[in-house]
């Protein structure tokens, strides 16, 4: 359906909200966008919020493609990411399990999987109240 995200230039940071279906086109679009957007290397510290995700048409294959392009930006990067996904229920836990097994292939990348967002907020680095943070209307959206 869509990804809405919200980047903080201050900070570096970058938050996303996922509603419905996700698939590869659109997790492309999501981090060309931003790059595009806000001209930065669009793997930065993060918080992704999978609670409203239903389904994906991601592959394995998609998946990796995806961790390969992460990889190469990361591997340049003078210093490590932290990526934190919310994934409160099976659907998200099994694609956060999934993504995990991939995105190991980088020593510059840190990612945890969370059942509280609240949790992931702050290892992730960000300020702020969950509720706050992701009930504000000032978001940008890729639909899939």
């Known amino acids: 359906m869509t990804v809405r995200y919200k980047y903080f230039p201050d900070e570096g940071f970058l938050l996303m909200k996922y509603f419905g279906r996700s698939t590869h086109a659109q997790q492309v679009e999501l981090f060309s966008t931003v790059a595009q957007q806000y001209d930065v290397v669009p793997f930065m510290n993060c918080v ?5 995700l239903t389904q994906t048409t991601i592959t394995s294959k ?14 340049a990067l003078p210093h490590p990411i932290k990526q934190a ?7 998200s836990m099994g694609i956060s399990r999934m993504y995990l097994g991939y995105a190991d292939l980088s020593a510059n990348l840190d990612i945890q999987v969370f059942d509280d967002l609240q949790e992931a907020i702050n290892w992730a680095g960000k300020s702020g109240l969950a509720n706050e943070l992701f009930e504000t209307s000032e978001w940008d959206e890729i639909p899939d």
């Open 62 to 75: 998609n998946m990796m493609s995806q961790v390969t392009q992460i990889t190469q930006a990361l591997d």
């Open 48 to 52: 992704s919020d999978m609670s409203e």
């Open 85 to 91: 996904l919310y994934a409160p229920t099976p659907m």
